[in-house]
């Protein structure tokens, strides 16, 4: 058997290191968020954290801000357009940046977006205390320190101060988990993906993916509904489509859907697009 290269080896090497810092960063980083972070304010900068396997680049509002792993405690609070790339794998979703706060994005990107996976954590700093977890797919089982508490979204009102290990499971997803430390003066969010078990394993033989879901344009003054570049008004028009067409979620946000259509991809508003 011929033997590695050194390359070869360097580039194992940085894989499983990156791979270890992901593992690493979803079960400590969010400890920091609140015993790292005490004063909440909009004057005050804020903090982001950003991980990934594989190493990517990452933007935020178009703007290239650096690699991953990647931390910043220095940017300005607000809300912002973020998106983590590497080659054809990329993930986009729009995140809120609190000043005095760390929000942490752990994400394993993938070619076929159903085979990603990861979570965002944040915090709220209103009136609003405990833990709540939303999850892509829903109605996943969550468990907190082994003990199951119930299914996604789902709110947690009572929860110790401390440390919590946080595990989400659901048949033919892969589990996820991670850490948070919990106090009574603020509520953890975390938003969790789960990577399908079929899109995730290497097949030897075509095995049928999960059923696509789709959206039905909806009708608009215009008639037609723009397609953009990017989940954005001020984005570049790639293209329209008509009212009635059916088309393929690849992925969403709060107010837009990525849909593949033309054979090119791009997003339109959520407002104007109707599960089917």
């Known amino acids: 058997m011929p033997h590695r290269t050194t390359n070869d080896k360097r580039l194992t090497t940085k894989a499983k290191f990156l791979k270890y810092l992901l593992l690493v960063t979803c079960h400590l980083s969010i400890v920091f968020l609140l015993s790292g972070c005490s004063a909440v304010g909009s004057n005050k900068p804020a903090a982001l954290q950003v991980t990934s396997v594989p190493e990517a680049s990452i933007f935020l509002d178009g703007k290239h801000i650096g690699k991953t792993p990647f931390f910043s405690d220095q940017i300005k609070s607000g809300e912002y357009l973020l998106k983590i790339t590497a080659s054809e794998a ?30 965002t954590l944040w915090l709220d700093s209103g009136s609003k205390r405990g833990l709540f977890v939303s999850s892509l797919p829903g109605e996943a089982n969550m468990t907190i320190n082994g003990r199951l508490i119930g299914k996604t979204p789902l709110l947690v009102d009572e929860i110790e101060d401390g440390e919590h290990k946080i595990t989400l499971t659901k048949e033919g997803f892969i589990d996820r988990e991670f850490t948070i430390k919990a106090s009574s003066k603020y509520q953890v969010m975390a938003n969790v993906t789960l990577a399908s078990e079929v899109a995730k394993t290497p097949q030897s033989s075509p095995v049928p993916l999960p059923q696509i879901e789709k959206v039905k344009v909806l009708a608009t003054s215009l008639g037609f509904l723009r397609v953009r570049r990017e989940p954005s008004l001020t984005a570049a028009e790639i293209g329209r489509v008509k009212t009635g067409d059916e088309l393929e979620v690849v992925q969403e946000t709060k107010d837009w859907v990525q849909v593949k259509f033309a054979g090119k991809q791009g997003w339109i508003s959520a407002q104007y697009a109707k599960k089917l």
């Open 90 to 119: 990329s993930y986009v979703d729009k995140i809120v940046l609190t000043g005095g706060t760390l929000t942490v994005v752990n994400r394993e990107l993938s070619n076929n977006f159903l085979a990603q996976s990861g979570e």
